[in-house]
């Protein structure tokens, strides 16, 4: 299996990034896949969940309205987008799915001025 996020960076206060992690090595279309995100000095914590076609979705009240997660099952990968960013969104960004116990390398949002 692999997970590999990328599309991180540096951003300004109110902006955004579009993250994606490409997955390998088992039958993603048949998972939820799901964005964690892990803060200096805090737990992770998760962002968004979708539904293995797609069609359901869920967030964390903290992105809700602001995080988009999407996914193409054709290309084996899940997307976060992220619009008006906050410094509080500041995180490595994690995709997994249930009952896989690794992490990628992540990729880092910084969102600051």
């Known amino acids: 299996v692999q997970l590999v996020e990328s599309g991180g960076g540096l951003v300004q206060p109110g902006g955004s990034l579009r993250l994606s992690c490409a997955a390998s090595?088992?039958?993603?279309?048949?998972?939820?896949m799901r964005w964690f995100r892990q803060a200096p000095g805090k737990e992770r914590e998760l962002v968004a969940a979708i539904s293995s076609a797609g069609s359901v979705t869920n967030y964390a009240d903290s992105v809700k309205g602001r995080f988009t997660i999407s996914r193409d099952n054709a290309k084996n990968t899940v997307y976060l987008q992220m619009n008006s960013l906050k410094p509080e969104d500041t995180a490595v960004y994690y995709c997994?799915?249930?009952?896989?116990?690794?992490w990628g390398q992540g990729t880092l949002v910084t969102v600051s001025s």
């Open positions: 090595g088992f039958a993603f279309r048949n998972y939820v």
């Open positions: 997994n799915y249930p009952g896989y116990g690794y």
